[in-house]
């Protein structure tokens, strides 16, 4: 499916003029993306730019919630089937739109799409009182079914300009689900959001990822049908590895592991480049002791969206993730 050590991005990138960044992405990643740019627009905020066309749906103040309005909900719902789709528009991703433009008929060989997950998405999202939609089941169903709409119009988009497709789904709140912040959240149905959101859009005949930047429950999410698993391995590995049998089964399905060895956070400053891909180097040789396969099964990206950084540092970013990649393929 992907090269060894193919680069890619998690989404989000910290510029506010649309051709910069889509012109960065395009020079340095093997598999391109498109940018999300919470800087440029308070609509492309993870959360925000996925609500457009969701029932009840009110932004205020730079504040978005859901109003609830049961004749709406009900309306919505019975007209809801699995062909529908939801725009995403230019108010809401410009880099999406942008980097269409820049291609221009164009056929890529691969290309990344991302959404926000179900779980992230509806324990992030509150309505009019404040209540967090997740723990209303019909909101919560509700969304789950608007994200579906959502990944299945951004599919179409891209199949446009993209011979094949791999849509990472954000879990970022993933790892906190199980701790005192959300004890109330059962894992099992976190984990059901997250497979009904999958299995469509492998229904659809793209690849699928779940990015989440923290620890986590990994046992359960490589248990889960996916293509690529992606995290912030800078910070992480050592927690991660210990589901070797996981891993190692997990990579006997073809399942990719997406390294995230570029920390996007104040690790970037404090170390020097030759520290950060000598580390990345040094993991990847440990881990490939264990499974000598998962060099074939690796891809590489910063450890997590680099919409925080300023413009220098994602630049940084970026080419350390080609000094990585030269490196690990003695190219």
Sequence with gaps: MFEPFSTTGIGSMPHTEVLSACELILKYFDIPFWPQMPKYSQNEQMITQFCEGLPGITLSSGKVYIKRDEELITEWLSNYHEDIFSPISKEYAIGLYRMAELINGKK?????????????????????????????????????????????????????????????????????????????????????????????????????????????????????????????????????????????????????????????????????????????????????KILPSITQNSIITPSCGMGSLDILSSERVCKLLKKLKIKLTNE
């Design 108 to 288: 890529l060989k691969i290309f990344k799409g991302q959404i926000t997950g179900p779980v992230t998405f509806t324990l992030s999202l509150k309505d009019e009182e404040g209540k967090i939609i997740y723990f209303d089941e019909t909101l919560r169903e509700l969304a789950l079914m608007h994200l579906k709409a959502k990944a299945k119009w951004q599919i179409d988009f891209l199949k446009n300009f993209a011979e094949k497709i791999v849509i990472f789904i954000d879990e970022p709140i993933l790892q906190a689900v199980g701790t005192s912040a959300y004890i109330s959240v059962e894992q099992s149905e976190a984990i059901r959001l997250i497979k009904e959101l999958v299995s469509f859009i492998k229904s659809l005949g793209v690849r699928v990822g779940i990015h989440c930047c923290g620890r986590t429950d990994w046992k359960e999410i490589l248990s889960i049908d996916i293509d690529v698993l992606s995290f912030d391995a800078f910070s992480f590995f050592d927690f991660f590895k210990i589901y070797r049998d996981e891993i190692a089964e997990f990579i006997t399905k073809n399942g990719y592991i997406a390294w995230g060895f570029i920390p996007t956070t104040d690790d970037l400053n404090a170390l020097s480049d030759e520290e950060i891909v000598e580390q990345a180097v040094r993991k990847i040789e440990e881990i490939s």
